[in-house]
């Protein structure tokens, strides 16, 4: 007889994301959200090399999954995100940025105006900013980096 059971492997930051507790549900159902405070890490793009090698020595998942949303050109963003997202997660390879992933939390979403239906969304804030790259500022071919720094 076949599993029924999807068996899906998690590292150990990305387990922190499980909703496998009785009281986690019942904070879920009694308060429309559950925030996952200890689920937070950093990385850098455009390579995501921590991502990488979460997926390569535990075949996580969900940081397969990151990595593949993050890179892809067929994500769709809110038309006025686009160039900054462009910009934050693919950006030139001599200009990386730290990329930190947190306040991640469930959130049930009435379904229409049915009040006993509901969407269950689950949300990650990902926050950006430039790397620390010691070496000449003039000579970064980054506009943004070399721009603040004339």
């Known amino acids: 007889m ?3 059971s999807l068996e899906v ?3 150990e930051t990305c387990q922190k994301l499980q909703l496998l507790s009785e009281l986690n549900f019942y904070k879920l159902a009694t308060r ?8 937070k890490f950093t990385d850098s793009a455009p390579d995501f090399p921590k991502l ?8 996580c998942a969900f940081c397969s999954f990151l ?3 993050l ?3 067929e994500v769709g963003h809110d038309g006025d995100e686009t160039e900054r997202i462009r910009t934050s997660y693919r950006p030139p390879q001599d200009c990386p940025v730290v990329v930190t992933f947190h306040r991640a939390q469930f959130v049930l979403m009435r379904y229409n105006l049915d009040p006993r239906r509901f969407w269950l969304m689950f949300e990650i804030w990902i926050s950006h ?6 070496f000449d500022l003039h000579a970064c071919p980054c506009p943004w980096l070399s721009r603040h720094h004339d």
């Not at 429309?32 to 689920?39: K, N, S």
């Not at 990488?52 to 075949?59: C, D, I, L, R």
């Open 2 to 4: 076949a599993s029924t």
């Open 9 to 11: 492997k998690l590292c």
């Open 32 to 39: 429309g959200e559950l925030q996952m405070p200890d689920f």
């Open 52 to 59: 990488k090698e979460s997926v390569a020595q535990t075949g």
């Open 67 to 69: 990595i593949t949303t």
């Open 71 to 73: 890179l892809s050109p």
């Open 129 to 134: 900013r430039k790397a620390l790259i010691l």
